[in-house]
């Protein structure tokens, strides 16, 4: 993100004196670069200018060697007897790179350093600091903390130095740094240059475009020679479409970077290097052309662009060998271009780069594709600032003029010449004209601009408006540092931003009278809160999931929920399908709770699952901007997966917790299934339950399978499978449910509710004790005994189940609880033993139950 100084700034756009960074970034946001950070060095109280007296190396028992330093920093030296501030500071240092008569940067006792680390007078090493003598990391100005800070190394004149000198504005420390968020449409922003253009719309303050010279020299026949050789172009777009080279000689290779440069380089976040490298760093900041700097003895003419050969490998400048693909463009040498001197727009070579014995310097400044840049700086993980620009578009029009301001610096700086070798290969093609409605501004936004108004905001940002006579229809060539104006679209957003979003109306659609939430709606909210109040939390889990999950959840090959759709272009590798079912994602949230700690769970999800079939039909590719067919249209549909909405929860560890009120209790199998009749009866669909033996991710013998009356199946509850639990290393006995929520709504017949009468007479309640086969199932007997109760039975619940040798061997017992209440009378007791001897036989009659004794 850049960072901006408001310095540097006001060299091209006129800046009120009192503007402060938070002000600045208000003034900005009004278009659209938002602020990231405001960085200010976060140093207060004295920090001065010392020299080093006198140095005493002191070795140490712990093998370490300290120096004690006399440091005089002027008016705030100690004071002698006689009140005057004469006596030296004496100062405990480690660093080894300084020696005495060199002017550092001294912190005295009362300041604060970034941290923060307040300094105080301290005993160590058997002297008292009195202060402390910085480098550069502890103020912030660097990560180099091998040695401390010698002014006149860092391009200080000691002639403009005064012991006591307060430090903070030397080193910029006093200025405030506002750091932008740029959106990638929006390169021409990656500058000083851009953001003070930006600035000048924001407040009308006076722009001078550093980009426009006309005292540019014209090429020449002796210029350095470029040529581009793409026979491979990404989309059909050449990787490179300008080139300027320019010559300087003679250049110092000892020179110092100006100190102004230095600082700026720091404050934007970059280290000082070399004048040459510095230069063209600083040249890029300041208006947003990537350079180069080649030793130019080091070069064969001419320069080559090319695209690489398949395993071609070249030495970056950070040191690493890589190895290059046919689509990375390259920058070579010689007529045959065989050396590779580096990745054009990204990170040059190690073996043509500017030395310290450099005293000619070939200067590159190319306009190179956008695609191409981009794809080479991801395929080898070099996020450059050069990468940065080219990708988001550099203004064609600048190379020269960047070249320009190089040669400048560097005869000013390193008393170089400039040759008269000047290249320029240009092949870049002008913006063509867009053909734009002045009415289309206030159709798109609702606002009510005037044309003049329009074209007076195109203009204002660049473009070059031509209205057609008798027309509300006008040409706009966009310029040419707006590679991102390609349509009447975006000239319509920037006629919104630079008038501005705020006037933009905020206008609410009228809801229409009559409706409300659907019968689905209803349902889905009413159970989601049902099982919310029963204990259970609401979570929600991305819907991509891996074969793994799959295997993890032991789903057969051949099972449908294996046919998952597969993304081409997924959001992380490892899960690139969209999930079948809601467990299979709820079940890894699990998971991750379990292994963070909370193994008392209790979740449910509701969600959209995607079905597709092994047959289905390819979904065509609609063109843009044209009214589908009904042909069309029922092709698209007959091509979308069915994505059918599910309810699924997961319960382990204990579901009513333990506490002073006493023992908890472990969620069980019946926890899944009341969890689905719940769902059920809250969207008001009766369901019937079946064992079922198969069905992973499910106990073969804890499973219930839930049909609706016509015997379709809706989903599955019970405890899942011991090798599932392992696998997912979840509590024991675990348990779970998925049921299809769509298919429950879509069961409904539409018809209303029938409100029964509520009976006035009192209630009668009788239990009895079946014993039946151990293999008869609980479901089986408890139909019977409805069968056979009749009307009057209101409530029938199971509270027991016992085996042992007092019901026999294979036997099994099973008490009920029968509520009943007759809606004309009250119930007698002869009344009660009828129904009770009534439901005893019909529970005989189907499952060969037996009354226990």
């Avoid at 609706?708 to 405890?719: I, K, N, P, R, Y």
Wanted: net charge negative; glycine share 8%; charged share 25%.
């Amino acid at each position: 993100m850049p960072n901006i100084a408001l310095p540097w700034l006001a060299e091209h756009v006129e800046t009120p004196a009192d503007l402060n960074a938070e002000q600045l970034a208000a003034d900005l946001v009004k278009v659209g670069l938002e602020e990231e950070a405001i960085h200010s060095s976060g140093i207060t109280g004295p920090l001065v200018v010392g020299r080093v007296l006198s140095l005493v190396k002191e070795p140490q028992k712990n093998g370490k060697v300290i120096n004690w330093c006399q440091v005089d920093v002027g008016e705030h030296n100690v004071l002698d007897a006689d009140g005057n501030p004469t006596i030296a500071r004496g100062i405990v240092c480690g660093a080894h790179n300084f020696v005495e008569g060199d002017l550092i940067v001294a912190v005295l006792p009362g300041a604060v350093l970034p941290g923060p680390f307040p300094i105080a007078s301290r005993k160590t090493y058997g002297h008292v600091s009195d202060g402390m003598i910085c480098s550069e990391r502890e103020l912030g100005l660097g990560d180099d903390h091998d040695g401390i800070i010698v002014l006149t190394r860092k391009g200080f004149d000691e002639s403009e130095l005064t012991v006591g000198q307060d430090v903070l504005p030397l080193l910029g420390l006093d200025e405030d740094v506002l750091e932008i968020n740029v959106t990638p449409d929006r390169g021409y922003c990656f500058s000083m240059r851009g953001v003070a253009r930006e600035y000048s719309h924001s407040t009308g303050a006076t722009f001078t475009d550093p980009g426009l010279r006309s005292d540019l020299p014209a090429a020449s026949e002796n210029g350095f020679a470029v040529e581009v050789r793409d026979e491979a172009p990404i989309h059909g777009l050449i990787g490179c479409d300008r080139f300027v080279t320019r010559v300087v000689r003679g250049v110092n290779p000892a020179a110092p970077t100006p100190r102004w440069m230095s600082k700026r380089l720091e404050q934007a976040g970059m280290r000082s290097i070399s004048l040459a490298v510095d230069i063209t760093n600083y040249v890029m900041l300041d208006l947003g052309q990537p350079l180069h700097a080649y030793d130019l003895a080091t070069l064969s003419a001419p320069i080559v662009v090319r695209r690489a050969t398949e395993g071609e490998k070249l030495t970056t400048l950070d040191g690493v060998e890589r190895k290059l693909s046919v689509e990375d463009l390259l920058i070579t040498d010689g007529a045959d271009g065989s050396r590779v001197l580096g990745l054009a727009g990204v990170m040059g070579g190690a073996d043509t780069e500017v030395s310290e014995s450099t005293t000619d310097i070939l200067v590159e400044a190319a306009h190179f594709e956008q695609v191409t840049i981009a794809r080479t700086a991801r395929r080898h993980k070099l996020p450059s600032e050069a990468a940065k620009r080219f990708e988001r578009g550099v203004d064609p029009e600048l190379p020269p003029v960047a070249a320009q301001r190089v040669v400048d610096l560097l005869m000013e700086f390193g008393g170089g010449t400039a040759g008269d070798e000047v290249f320029d290969l240009n092949n870049t093609t002008p913006n063509q004209a867009i053909k734009f409605s002045l009415r289309d501004p206030e159709r798109l936004c609702g606002v009510p601009y005037t044309d003049q108004q329009v074209i007076d905001t195109l203009r204002e940002i660049g473009c070059v408006v031509t209205p057609i006579e008798n027309s509300t229809i006008v040409d706009v060539v966009a310029p040419s540092w707006r590679p991102d104006l390609t349509g009447a679209a975006e000239l319509v957003e920037e006629v919104a931003r630079l008038v501005g979003y705020d006037q933009i109306p905020s206008i609410l659609p009228i809801a229409p009278a009559g409706r409300g939430l659907t019968a689905s709606q209803r349902a889905r909210r009413s159970a989601s809160r049902a099982l919310a109040e029963s204990g259970l939390v609401e979570v929600l889990t991305y819907p991509f999931v891996s074969q793994a999950q799959y295997d993890e959840l032991a789903i057969p090959a051949d099972d449908s929920r294996r046919v998952s759709l597969t993304l081409l272009n997924p959001l992380q590798g490892d899960k690139p399908l969209m999930r079948t079912n809601l467990l299979i994602s709820l079940l890894d949230a699990a998971r991750r709770n379990v292994a963070r700690g909370n193994t008392d769970i209790a979740l449910f999800e509701q969600g959209l699952v995607t079905r597709p079939t092994v047959d289905a039909p390819v979904a065509p590719q609609l063109p843009p901007a044209v009214k589908p067919s009904a042909e069309e249209l029922a092709a698209l549909h007959a091509g979308v997966p069915a994505q059918p909405r599910h309810f699924a929860g997961v319960m382990a560890g204990e579901f009513a917790l333990s506490g002073w009120w006493g023992k908890g209790r472990d969620a069980s199998w019946t926890d899944a299934i009341a969890a689905v009749e719940l769902i059920a009866a809250r969207v008001g669909v009766e369901l019937s339950r079946v064992a079922d033996t198969e069905f992973m991710p499910f106990h073969p013998g804890r499973c219930a399978r839930f049909e609706l009356a016509d015997g379709t199946v809706v989903g599955h509850a019970g405890e899942l499978h011991p090798k599932v639990v392992e696998a997912l290393v979840l509590p024991a006995r675990a348990v779970a449910f998925e049921i299809n929520f769509d298919a429950l709504v879509d069961s409904l017949t539409g018809e209303a509710y029938q409100a029964h009468p509520v009976s006035t007479f009192p209630l009668a309640k009788e239990d009895l004790a079946l014993v039946v086969d151990k293999n008869v199932l609980v479901q089986d007997v408890y139909d019977a005994v409805v069968a056979g109760a009749g009307e009057e039975l209101e409530e029938l619940s199971l509270f027991d189940v016992f085996e042992g040798e007092q019901v026999g061997e294979g036997k099994k017992s099973l008490a009920f609880s029968l509520r009943l209440r007759s809606a004309d009378r009250t119930l007698t007791a002869a009344d009660t033993a009828a129904i009770r001897a009534a439901a005893v036989a019909e529970a005989a009659a189907r499952v060969g139950a037996e009354l226990r004794s």
